[in-house]
């Protein structure tokens, strides 16, 4: 009989990682399926938004009537976000590029999910590898919970090796009208372009 690999970890370590991510996996898809879940018309998507009462990263508050009167993209995520967070922030800021002065004509939020790390100093510093429209949200945890809730998000912690923790969270970028009511999903994953035509429509 051979004897076991000591370099090979049993298959038990193994399992537990892969079990975190297909809970996580499973999680974001559950989000995304509610968000676009049809509404009793089967036309109409589901209520997404409400109202919200948190500060911006210069300490301004902000609540939904900050959503009217101009188009606006709304993302969530987290400061520690290792790829998905200042990928999307990267991308919004070339939207802004695309739409040059019109750009002041669209409001776009970055809504934190880690209320417990993320405060409106760390948000500004943050931000300021980005475009300077954008406004970074945050509130204490039951502020947070309110609109995360309202917006159906998902977000939960997922501790980390040796301390600490990430989190898994809802990588959708919300496309509101100019009455603050939920349009859809935005793409991002196009010319910059061609996402400045779909928002210069909605001025």
Known sequence: MSSPDPARPPASRLALPLLAFLFGAVGLLMAVAVVFMPGKDGQ???AVGGPFRLVDQNGRTVTEKDLEG???LVFFGFTHCPDVCPTALQEITTIYDALGPKGDRLRSFFVTVDPERDTPE????YLSSFDSRIR???GDKAA???MLKAWRVYARKVPLEGGGYTMDHTALIYLMDKRGRFVGGFNIQRA???S???LEAMF
Do not use: F, I, N, V
């Open 192 to 194: 910059p372009a061609e």
């Open 196 to 198: 400045a035509r779909e």
């Open 144 to 146: 947070t919970d309110a």
């Open 70 to 72: 101009a188009p606006s």
């Open 136 to 138: 970074g949200l945050s």
């Open 122 to 125: 760390l948000l500004k510093t």
């Open 44 to 46: 109409t998507p589901a």
